[in-house]
């Protein structure tokens, strides 16, 4: 799309938005997803101590942020992400995948065992390709309208497109086990209904 006919935010729009999607949950919702994107894309369980590779989730999740902010920094495109929640988490996975691929020896990772033993690296790159981020897009699109909540955005991905193991996502998310059926069983009530509404949009 020729950027002159984008509805990009100004600098003030910015600041307002990051004020009202800033909340605690909110915030903590990002590192958690940012957590969840790096163990799934280079299959290494992520230190919450050591981070990845020095650099913490917190770390990854404010550098996003602040790219908003800085002159020529980050934009807003208002046309393709009305909720400046979807732009946030779009922006970040940019971050992450940018970072994380220019690091020097990703062909190997350190686990997290006591001996710190090399782990041979894989990536999902297929995860990262512009149809599948345009199709989760889409999904999360249809689902925001189908009235699912911030708890259903988040568990998407990993939960029903990745097929993560519940024990994984109570312990990477805090979740507990009564919540998280509770939270599959909303989404599965909404699976039909985007099934049908992504095929009409695509």
């Not at 020097?104 to 599948?132: F, M, Q, R, V």
């Not at 249809?142 to 193991?165: H, N, S, T, V």
């Not at 996502?169 to 599965?188: H, Q, V």
């Amino acid at each position: 799309m020729d950027s002159t006919h984008r509805n990009i935010a100004d600098s003030e729009e910015i600041v307002k938005a990051i004020k009202e999607a800033l909340s605690s949950k909110f915030y903590t919702d990002l590192i958690k997803y940012c957590i969840f994107y790096i163990s799934k894309t280079y299959k290494t369980k992520y230190d919450c101590e050591r981070g990845f590779r020095g650099k913490m989730a917190e770390d990854y999740v404010n550098e996003t942020l602040q790219s908003f902010l800085e002159s020529n920094g980050r934009k807003w495109y208002k046309d393709k992400y009305p909720n400046f929640k979807e732009q946030i988490i779009s922006s970040l996975q940019s971050v992450l995948y940018n970072d994380l691929k220019s690091k020097k020896e990703l062909e190997k990772t350190y686990s997290t065992n006591d001996d710190d033993k090399i782990a041979e690296y894989e990536t999902t790159i297929d995860n990262n390709s512009d149809e599948y981020k345009e199709t989760l897009y889409l999904c999360i699109n249809i689902l925001e309208r189908l009235g699912a909540d911030d708890d259903e955005i988040l568990l998407f991905e990993p939960y029903i497109i990745d097929q993560m193991k519940r024990q994984d996502i109570e312990k990477l998310y805090g979740i507990s086990a009564s919540d998280l059926t509770n939270i599959k069983k909303r989404l599965n009530r909404k699976l039909p209904l985007l099934a049908k509404e992504l095929k009409n949009e695509k």
